[in-house]
């Protein structure tokens, strides 16, 4: 409980920093573009300023470098002027674009939108207006906030698939532990359980109930070696896949509804691959199973293997109520059940079996609401 309430203040506390951090970010760069901006109007109120110095000059020997300094300076803001009888001039604006005639008319019409253009005129004549934009450098300080946010999220989204690793590392450290520590407690009341089938022996209790109880003592056993195979790496052996699938098979009818229909089908003896027998078992049963809850105890499972050129095909069909493709992905995940009661762990460890420990695939063929649902299950041939 502490772990999870750790966890949700860190997430709070980090939403609520990055929030603060991008806020500063927006707000800082605002207020530079604005005095840059400022800045920018400035510079063309000296050109201005400028430009009536050399127009009021008439003494042809006055000293005119400072005026004609500020305009060679100032090349970074492009402007355009029109006079009263609607004359265009231009300065620092692109020569090659210039040689398109609506260039100058989209320019002119964007530097009415963005800035209050400076009149200049000599004692109230030959008036002019001076329109100007932003410089490209100003522009490009637009973009700079968004660089920012994206390396902001882009750090975020480490820290978040770091953390969420590390979660994800210590749930499956702590479902290896519970599993193992299951199958040593199952071990206890197993030893206990086959002295008692010594003794009942000895006492010639009907051999019928014996070997039922034999057959159940048999199962703990195997359900506890699964448990303990959790997190190891397994053997695999060569093994005739036919045999051990039909093994799981017969176990889940014979325990079964009887208005269940179980069918099995191979046209072959024998198909050998590498398998743990004990987990590639829990996979049938876990699918069967499966099987089973979707037609609520009335209806057919079928199963099927047939081999291929390098692959052994396993199929398990049932008639119950399918699902929609949208699921076809997610029932694998873990936690993901439809069921009222269920973890949702059988078909994630299936898949975990299949392609983690015998390199195989698992999937769902098809399915059909109301109609059923067929997986399979894909093996290296030997």
């Known amino acids: 409980m502490n772990f999870l309430s750790n966890t949700l203040l860190f997430k709070r506390i980090a939403i609520l920093v990055s929030l603060i951090i991008v806020s500063l970010i927006l707000w800082n760069t605002y207020i530079f573009f604005q005095k840059f901006k400022n800045e920018e109007r400035a510079k063309m109120e000296i050109l201005v300023t400028a430009q009536k110095e050399l127009s009021s000059n008439t003494n042809l020997d006055a000293n005119v470098d400072l005026p004609l300094k500020v ?3 100032i090349t970074n803001i492009p402007m355009i002027m029109v006079s009263e009888d609607g004359e265009i001039e231009h300065q620092n604006l692109d020569s090659i674009k210039l040689l398109n005639p609506k260039y100058l008319k989209r320019e002119l019409e964007k530097m009415k939108s963005e800035n209050k253009p400076i009149e200049l005129s000599y004692r109230g004549k030959n008036k002019k207006l001076i329109y100007y934009r932003d410089s490209d450098l100003l522009n490009r300080l637009t973009y700079y906030p968004l660089a920012l946010i994206l390396i902001l999220v882009l750090f975020l989204s480490v820290i978040y698939l770091f953390y969420s690793s590390n979660k994800a590392a210590e749930t499956n450290k702590l479902w290896t532990g519970m599993a193992k520590e299951t199958a040593h407690q199952i071990g206890t009341p197993l ?5 008692w089938i010594a003794i009942l022996k ?3 209790v009907d051999d019928k ?3 039922e109880i034999e057959k159940d003592v048999s199962r703990l056993n195997t359900i506890a070696n699964r448990f303990s195979k ?5 053997e695999l052996k060569k093994q005739n896949i036919i ?3 039909k093994k799981a098979f017969d176990y889940l009818e014979s325990r079964s509804s009887k208005q269940i229909s179980f069918s099995f089908r191979t046209s072959e003896d024998e198909i050998l691959t590498n398998l743990n027998a004990e ?5 049938i049963e876990n699918l069967i199973k499966n099987a089973i809850d979707a037609m609520s105890g009335i209806g057919a499972v079928s199963l099927s293997i047939e081999h291929m050129q390098k692959k052994v095909k396993i199929t398990i069909s049932d008639t119950g109520k399918g699902m929609p493709k949208n699921m076809f992905q997610q029932i ?5 059940t439809t069921k009222k009661r269920g973890w949702g762990l059988g078909l994630s460890l299936s898949k975990r079996i299949v392609q983690d420990y015998h390199k195989g695939k698992i999937f769902v063929q098809q399915s059909e609401i109301g109609k059923g649902t067929t997986f399979e299950v894909l093996l290296d041939r030997i």
Not at 191 to 195: A, C, F, K, N, R
Not at 230 to 234: A, D, L, W, Y
């Open 71 to 73: 305009i060679e300076t």
């Open 191 to 195: 030893s206990s359980l086959l002295g």
């Open 202 to 204: 000895m006492e010639k």
């Open 209 to 211: 109930y014996v070997e």
């Open 230 to 234: 959790i997190g190891s790496t397994p």
């Open 243 to 245: 045999a051990v699938t």
């Open 279 to 283: 987990l590639f078992g829990w996979v």
């Open 332 to 336: 694998f995940k873990p936690g993901f």
